[in-house]
């Protein structure tokens, strides 16, 4: 995640960073809803998260989505690497299968 924040810091790019709830997922308030209209890019990792670990649960991946939608953000990039390495019966689906 950090390559990342650094590549759009180095393309002039002004990262807000949005706090993020290990089962409901992003907690996007109001005030942060206005910012993140003004935002070209959100990056997401609702699978095995750095450093925290979770997976979001399906629901809250649905909610997510459902919140960059209204946001209007231009591109949604999901930081999906780490996906293969999580425990149980099966993998998480990615936030892009809702």
Sequence with gaps: ML????????LGMRVLEIPAHPRTGMDLPPRARGEAAQRKVCVIMPNCHSPLGYVLPDEAKKVTGRDCSAARCGAVIEND?????????RRPKPAKAF
């Design 3 to 10: 390559g990342i924040l650094q590549a759009l810091e180095s």
């Design 81 to 89: 690497v780490y996906r293969d390495l999580c425990f149980g019966e």
